[in-house]
């Protein structure tokens, strides 16, 4: 799964721009002050909008080229986004292991120039998932890399 989002820790009144910016309707957006919909007693400490990409693919590969039509749609906007009004733009990669066949994670020269060029940031987050263990608690997030490209 990848996500695509756009944060900001300043008014939850901000997020308008990127509405206004980026015509396309997200996955899910909120606002700084909003409550956690897990938890109804924390707020949220920024205001985010963001896109999921594909839940189903498990190839890294389709994942990134999702998110490059997206830049390449959105690229002066996500600039001014990042540039003008200081807002994060932060692509998370979650990659589920099945039964140990680990997947190889690369990303091309192209895509990582067009991402700094927004200003982007990326994470990749791994988790194992035992098949055979059934309990609520088989999945292990094993270890969560937190990238940031610098220009």
């Not at 990848?2 to 509405?19: A, N, P, R, Y």
Request: with cysteine; aromatic share 12%.
């Amino acid at each position: 799964m990848t996500t695509f989002s756009i944060l900001t820790e300043k008014d939850g009144s901000d997020i308008e721009i990127v509405k206004q910016l980026i015509p396309v309707t997200p996955s899910d957006y909120w606002r700084k002050g909003d409550l956690v919909k897990v938890n109804n007693r924390l707020l949220r400490k920024e205001s985010c909008w963001e896109i999921e990409f594909d839940k189903k693919t498990v190839d890294i590969e389709d994942c990134i080229q999702a998110v490059s039509i997206f830049i390449d749609d959105y690229q002066e906007a996500l600039k001014k986004l990042h540039f003008d009004y200081d807002f994060i733009i932060l692509i998370k990669f979650v990659i589920t292991i099945h039964s140990f066949n680990s997947p190889i994670i690369g990303m091309e020269p192209d895509f990582i120039k067009k991402l700094a060029g927004i200003g982007g940031e990326f994470q990749i987050a791994l988790y194992y998932d035992d098949d055979e263990d059934n309990s609520p608690n088989r999945w292990i997030n094993d270890t969560g890399l937190d990238l940031e490209i610098l220009h």
